[in-house]
């Protein structure tokens, strides 16, 4: 079946530091991957998605590009902020009615 | 309202105890669904509703999980003689189109239920 494997955390930077969020999926087909983000006490949030090969999400300084030859999606920020912390997860969606997500990285960006 | 509702916020139940969890989703949108999220685990998919019709139950761990959404609007989900993995945070999300996430889910907060 479908899966996603994330970094494990805690990742912890110091501000205005680059990030990458390592997302690798198995997956027939053709999925359209998404990063949430989920902030302390919420509620999971989208923080951008793309849905073919080569697509670019990007939103709020991150980005993640669509990579089918090395089935990954991995999460960048060329300067984090201490408001970035928060839960970071992958997640597919493969024609279905679900998401199948990663186990999630917690980010931790001291000032 | 503005955002999925969840209710409790918190529930502590013994173990064997029945509970019921409540989840109001963003007016006028069609497709609902419940996830189960373990401590430091990713969610899980448990059930997925278009309106009021329930169209994949594929995720519920055991017959002592059912959910429902009679009127297309308000959910719920019932856990039956709770046990102790049953303790998670329970998910909520909407969507106004069907099926897919390609529109976009909104999430609830969620209710963490620990079994005691």
């Known amino acids: 079946g479908d899966s996603v494997t994330q970094m494990e955390g805690p990742v912890t930077l110091s501000e205005e530091a680059f990030l990458t969020i390592n997302c690798t999926y198995t997956a027939t087909g053709y999925p359209s991957l998404f990063w949430y983000v989920q902030y302390p006490g919420e509620g999971l949030q989208l923080l951008l998605k793309?849905?073919?090969?080569?697509d670019k999400g990007s939103n709020k300084g991150f980005e993640a590009t669509y990579r089918k030859e090395t089935t990954s999606f991995h999460l960048e920020k060329g300067s984090v902020q201490v408001s970035d912390s928060a839960v970071y997860f992958c997640a597919l969606n493969n024609a279905g009615n679900m998401l199948t997500f990663g186990g999630g990285t917690r980010l931790m960006v001291k000032p | 309202g503005a955002g999925v509702s969840q209710s409790p916020r918190y529930k502590v139940a013994k173990r064997g105890q029945d509970v019921a969890l409540r989840c109001d989703p963003i007016s006028g949108h069609v497709s609902l669904f419940w996830y189960q999220q373990a401590l430091g685990q990713g969610p899980e998919f448990l059930t997925y509703f278009q309106n009021e019709a329930q169209l994949d139950k594929s995720g519920l761990p055991s017959d002592r999980f059912f959910a429902e959404r009679p009127e297309g609007s308000v959910s719920t989900l019932k856990i039956q003689r709770t046990q102790q993995e049953d303790s998670a945070v329970y998910l909520c999300a909407s969507s106004l189109g069907l099926g897919t996430s390609n529109y976009g889910y909104t999430f609830g907060s969620g209710t963490r239920l620990t079994v005691v």
């Open positions: 793309a849905t073919k090969a080569d």
